[in-house]
């Protein structure tokens, strides 16, 4: 593994050679998760000097769900990535989805744009394998360089590269590139830094997560309740969000809950998971005892919710841009997606021989953004608001959830696999009404 001031050479035939006090490339990308990691492989492949800086070292954990769904599988195979079994990958057939006492499985659909199975890894295995995988294709990448802001043309306002401080001595380095790319999380300082807020007519979702040892650590569904509820509340109400158990097949399962933080609950949420996790049924073996790793939390920047997501030579990606879905709190698959159309319009654009050219080229990727989400995450943001209204919801929770139909329609609007030709009605609905639900 490359030190903390070492770079993987593009090539694999020199050796690892230490960052100068200054350096250019084509691009910078600015994080190393599953959006800096996959846009960064894009661009590299085409030729183009791409820096990705990431500020740990790998393995480096972080807070999720560890399910992909087909959606990321397609992006996997897209970065020519082994994911059979024998590579180590779980395979899952599909969702099962529990409400109330009903529990029903549905498969993922076999469609010409996705395969028809999903798959488990740990984040901290799969977040390495990506940004390796990135580096083979030729991007430079640096781990522990911790981006401290932008570099900024007073006269234009435009980003021309970030400042960064290397390894534990924090050595301050600069890095330049005529286009710069913000897959930062979150937290996303350079976007910030570069007057991008994040918008508050958004909705935005917690989740919290843990693991324990189970003799269902090989199921092939990944499960997710959708009755989230407080044990301790007498009204039973139902909570905003749901929880999973996605056996990881290797002993363990990764349990955890997603929830939205619209609606005006005062709950402690990494007990509210101790407890829910103590009502499972006597099968999935859990207990204390069987806990592996502490409750840890996250933040889900959902529905496009930082804008502008190009402006100034910098792009906007990932949980950096909010591309989590409302509706499910789903983020790897929207990621990815989100860091190879960042990459597709770098391209075109660094291939323009005029500055306004490739300006216009650059102001087409949130436009790409808004074609493929605006409307299914407008549904997601209607589910979201609906589910922010505790009163609502324990009328709805009472009058149907569970219903086998209503169990469908769920899956169809979580799963986001839809194809204009499919022969269901469910389908081809769900298809038209995504595209021209409103995306403002």
């Known amino acids: 593994m490359p030190g903390p001031e070492q770079q993987v050479p593009a090539d694999g035939d020199r050796g690892p050679r230490p960052a100068r006090p200054e350096e250019s490339a084509d691009v910078i990308v600015v994080g190393a998760g599953p959006a800096g990691s996959t846009a960064a492989y894009h661009l590299?492949?085409?030729?183009?000097?791409?820096?990705?800086?990431?500020?740990?070292?790998?393995?480096?954990?972080?807070?999720?769900?560890?399910?992909?769904?087909?959606?990321?599988?397609?992006?996997?195979t897209d970065l020519g990535i082994d994911v059979s079994e024998q590579a180590g990958w779980l395979h899952n057939q599909g969702l099962r989805l529990i409400a109330g006492r009903r529990a029903l499985e549905f498969d993922w659909p076999e469609l010409s744009a996705f395969p028809g199975y999903g798959l488990v890894r740990r984040r901290a295995d799969f977040d390495e394998l990506l940004a390796?995988?990135?580096?083979?294709?030729?991007?430079?990448?640096?781990?522990?360089?911790?981006?401290?802001?932008?570099?900024?043309?007073?006269?234009?306002?435009?980003?021309?590269?970030?400042?960064?401080?290397?390894?534990?001595?924090?050595?301050?380095?600069?890095?330049?590139?005529?286009?710069?790319?913000?897959a930062?999380?979150?937290?996303?300082?350079?976007?910030?830094?570069?007057?991008?807020?994040?918008?508050?007519?958004?909705?935005?979702?917690?989740?919290?997560?843990?693991?324990?040892?189970?003799?269902?650590?090989?199921?092939?569904?990944?499960?997710a309740w959708l009755d989230l509820r407080d044990p301790t509340d007498p009204a039973r109400r139902l909570l905003p969000g749901y929880a999973w158990v996605f056996g990881m097949g290797d002993g363990t399962a990764n349990v955890g809950l997603g929830v939205l933080d619209t609606a005006d609950i005062d709950l402690d949420w990494r007990d509210l998971l101790r407890r829910w996790c103590e009502g499972l049924p006597?099968?999935?073996?859990?207990?204390?005892?069987?806990?592996?790793?502490?409750?840890?939390?996250?933040?889900?920047?959902?529905?496009?919710?930082?804008?502008?997501?190009?402006?100034?030579?910098?792009?906007l990606?990932?949980?950096?841009?909010?591309?989590?879905?409302?509706?499910?709190?789903?983020?790897?698959?929207?990621?990815?997606?989100?860091g190879r159309y960042a990459a597709e319009t770098i391209v075109q654009a660094l291939a323009r021989r005029t500055d306004r050219g490739r300006e216009l080229a650059l102001r087409a990727y949130p436009q790409a953004l808004r074609s493929a989400y605006a409307?299914?995450?407008?549904?997601?943001?209607?589910?979201?608001?609906?589910?922010?209204?505790?009163?609502?919801?324990?009328?709805?929770?009472?009058?149907g959830l569970g219903h086998p139909a209503l169990l469908k329609v769920a899956f169809r609007l979580m799963v986001n696999l839809t194809e204009p030709n499919s022969k269901d009605a469910l389908d081809r609905l769900l298809h038209l009404v995504g595209r021209v639900a409103p995306g403002r």
């Open 132 to 182: 390796r995988r990135a580096a083979s294709a030729g991007a430079r990448l640096v781990e522990r360089a911790n981006v401290a802001g932008p570099l900024v043309d007073e006269r234009t306002g435009r980003i021309t590269g970030v400042t960064a401080k290397l390894g534990d001595e924090r050595r301050p380095v600069s890095y330049r590139a005529p286009v710069v790319v913000a």
């Open 317 to 338: 990606i990932g949980d950096a841009g909010g591309t989590v879905s409302p509706g499910t709190g789903e983020g790897i698959a929207y990621a990815m997606e989100s």
């Open 282 to 315: 006597p099968g999935y073996g859990y207990s204390p005892d069987a806990v592996t790793e502490p409750v840890r939390g996250s933040a889900l920047p959902m529905g496009l919710n930082r804008r502008p997501h190009y402006a100034d030579g910098l792009l």
């Open 375 to 399: 409307g299914y995450f407008a549904l997601g943001r209607l589910a979201a608001d609906l589910l922010g209204r505790p009163r609502l919801l324990g009328a709805a929770g009472a009058a």
């Open 184 to 223: 930062d999380g979150n937290s996303t300082r350079l976007s910030v830094a570069m007057k991008r807020y994040r918008r508050t007519d958004r909705a935005m979702g917690v989740a919290y997560r843990t693991y324990f040892t189970t003799p269902r650590h090989e199921d092939r569904y990944l499960e």
């Open 44 to 76: 590299a492949r085409t030729g183009l000097d791409v820096l990705l800086l990431e500020k740990s070292a790998f393995p480096r954990e972080k807070v999720c769900g560890d399910g992909l769904t087909p959606r990321a599988v397609k992006q996997l």
